[in-house]
């Protein structure tokens, strides 16, 4: 039997509660397959595949790129930040070791952490410029439910957080080649006006919540639960596809293949 929206709400709770408990141990790590080759690439053969680890963070997915230098990919929210330090860590990274912290959108549990992190380990800050001011504000948006299941769950995902002020706000393509990853950040807006995609040479692109893996089968794509403007966030899907992206590293659930992910947003329209 389908479960009821407050068996749902319920089950999500619970959920949410969990992971924002702060235990003594790291997040779990996870070293992310490379994409598969694919024959239209144009990418050097020479150009090297970065490491990427996933660390999940119950709420949220951070990634650290490994290239010349690390670049690390979203912070999570406040109540996680202990777990990020000492995942970090166990990777061996330390202070003044990180080239560059890339915050996706201005969302608490993406963005709630990065001051913190900022802090202890001395990286500058790079987040989207048109979502400046919630960043400085420390709270969230208006978040716009797509669905039922997202409106009941707004009051537990709504938190503020510690502001701070961006030290890099990207406007236009950044090259991360200068800090030490082969690839560039994307302005990407809908999902938040500063919206940013992570867009690697080896086909990968870690696109925060574009799009997120589904409840209970995370490598399955679906809908996120909140869009500033729906349909601009999702046709960057199909802009990333075409330009030969193939895997969709998500900040929910993934990886995602990204062709499965354009599909399956194309069989329902956004609300």
């Known amino acids: 039997m389908a479960k009821t929206a407050p068996a749902l709400l319920a089950s999500w709770s619970v959920f949410l509660s969990a992971s924002l408990l702060v235990g003594g141990c790291a997040a779990p790590l996870e070293r992310v397959r490379p994409a598969a080759p694919s024959s239209a690439s144009t990418a050097p053969a020479e150009s090297p595949r970065p490491e990427i680890w996933r660390i999940d963070l119950g709420i949220a997915n951070a990634y650290l790129i490994r290239g010349a230098r690390p670049v690390l990919i979203d912070t999570g929210w406040g109540a996680t930040t202990g777990k990020l330090e000492q995942a970090l860590h166990k990777l061996g990274i330390e202070r003044g ?36 001011e919630p960043l400085q ?14 409106k009941l769950l707004r009051g ?4 503020p957080f510690t502001g701070f002020v961006p030290d890099i706000a990207v406007a236009s393509e950044l090259d991360l080649r200068p800090y030490g990853v082969d690839g560039s950040v994307v302005p990407m807006p809908g999902h ?52 030969g992206t193939r895997r969709l590293l998500v900040g929910h659930g993934g990886p995602l293949d990204a062709h499965e992910a354009q599909a399956r947003l194309h069989e329902k329209p956004c609300p």
């Open 137 to 150: 504000a420390g709270h969230n948006r208006p978040l716009k439910p797509m669905g039922g299941l997202a």
């Open 192 to 243: 938040t006006p500063g919206s940013l995609v992570v867009r690697l040479s080896s086909g990968e692109a870690l696109v925060g919540d574009l799009v997120r893996g589904s409840v209970g089968r995370s490598h399955s794509p679906t809908r996120h639960f909140y869009h500033d403007d729906c349909r601009t966030a999702e046709a960057h899907v199909d802009e990333l596809v075409a330009g």
């Open 97 to 132: 070791g990180l080239g560059l912290i890339v915050l996706t959108h201005g969302h608490a549990d993406h963005a709630g952490g990065a001051s913190r992190m900022r802090e202890a380990f001395g990286a500058p800050i790079a987040a989207g410029a048109g979502d400046a």
């Open 156 to 159: 537990y995902v709504d938190k």
